[in-house]
């Protein structure tokens, strides 16, 4: 009888420590879960997950929804210097490659967040409110941002915004570009071009008021003051490594 009682006893103490540790372990999981929640908020401008959307790669979207001050914004641009009362693209005949001027894809991004240009681009601020504005973002690591819808005007390239899709690429020079971001510029541009049959010119930004080339004859500046300044991005190192990459690897080749 007594070793019943003893063995009633321990079962009763195993049985109760084992619900107390569980009920622990739940609470430390709990908090834990709670408390990385609360140092980490969810920030609506840090970019969402990656999904597959019809490019047939993994694109990250920048823009849930261009607001309607952008889009009069730019209208106001189009009218300005393209003699266009549109914020649309009517039909995409060129693709423009840029680098962004800065290091990293914060930075990157804090350029284009606004809709309307800083203050302190005095070089360009008197000839437009809209912001600088692209289509396609490229991380050093070929990572992809979608920044605007395609078919709407980004101003990124003088004189031809308004028929041009632009891709920038994180970076200050050509020789510090990465492979991966050739790799990315190509697979985007293969996209666009399977996509629009229009597109028949690819440049630099820094080859863009060159009047030899073919794509200069689309070249379109309304206004007479807003002088088109000489640039050196991406640089010639990356467009080469570009087009014979397309060459190669895509059986691609656009005019220049
Ligand atoms: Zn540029």
Do not use: W
């Given at each position: ?10 079962l ?31 920030k ?42 549109s ?170």
């Amino acid at each position: 009888m007594k070793k019943y009682h003893l063995f009633l006893f321990f079962l009763i103490l195993v049985l109760t420590c084992k619900s107390v540790n569980t009920e622990a372990i739940n609470n430390s999981f709990y908090e834990e879960t709670t408390f990385s929640e609360e140092v980490e908020p969810s920030k609506p401008s840090e970019p969402v997950e990656p999904v597959l959307l019809e490019f047939g790669f993994p694109v990250v979207s920048q823009v849930v929804e261009i607001s309607s001050r952008r889009k009069e914004l730019t209208r106001e641009y189009c009218i300005r210097h393209y003699n266009r009362n549109s914020y649309l693209i009517e039909v995409p005949r060129m693709i423009v490659i840029h680098y962004t001027g800065v290091s990293s894809l914060g930075e990157s991004f804090a350029i284009y967040r606004d809709d309307i240009i800083p203050a302190e681009r005095t070089d360009i601020n008197g000839f437009g409110r809209v912001n600088i504005g692209v289509h396609f973002l490229v991380d050093k690591d070929g990572s992809v941002y979608s920044m605007l819808p395609e078919n709407m005007i980004g101003r990124h390239t003088v004189g031809f915004n308004h028929l041009s899709i632009a891709i920038e690429n994180v970076g200050v020079a050509d020789y510090e570009l990465t492979s991966q971001q050739v790799e990315a510029n190509a697979r985007i541009i293969s996209y666009l071009g399977g996509k629009y049959p229009t597109i028949r010119f690819l440049f630099g930004h820094h080859e863009y008021l060159d009047k030899e080339k073919a794509h200069f004859l689309y070249f379109k500046a309304e206004d007479p003051f807003y002088k088109p300044r000489p640039m050196a991005d991406p640089g010639v190192l990356f467009m080469k490594n570009l087009r014979d990459y397309l060459l190669q690897e895509y059986n691609l080749k656009f005019i220049d």
